[in-house]
């Protein structure tokens, strides 16, 4: 699925992996950690790849694509995604 705008995807310095409460980001450049109470609606592997900024994963009711976007958002803000 493409969206318009410029794509983003996760940092080259940054790593991420599930854990039970979610996904755990880890930014070798500080070393920083981010814990996202994600549950199992977000693959850790979701941004190893370009995405468009709006696209998101299937399955989301409207509660969680605007919770999605707004932690997209922080995610790019705080340096674990960078667009392309």
Same mark, same amino acid.
């Given at each position: 699925?493409?969206?318009?705008? %410029?794509?983003?995807?996760l940092?080259? %310095?940054?790593?991420?992996? *599930? ?16 814990? %996202? ?8 592997d979701?941004y ?15 509660? *969680?694509?605007? %919770? ?5 958002? *922080? ?8 667009? *392309?």
């Open positions: 699925m493409a969206a318009a705008g %410029a794509g983003i995807r940092h080259p %310095a940054c790593r991420v992996r *599930q854990e039970g409460f979610g996904l755990l980001f880890y930014d070798s450049r500080g070393p920083r950690l981010l814990f %996202a109470e994600t549950g199992d609606l977000l693959p850790a979701f190893g790849t370009v995405r468009g900024r709006d696209e998101l994963p299937d399955g989301l009711t409207d509660g *969680q694509k605007k %919770a999605f976007r707004k932690f997209v958002t *922080q995610l790019l803000e705080k340096g674990f995604l960078r667009e *392309q």
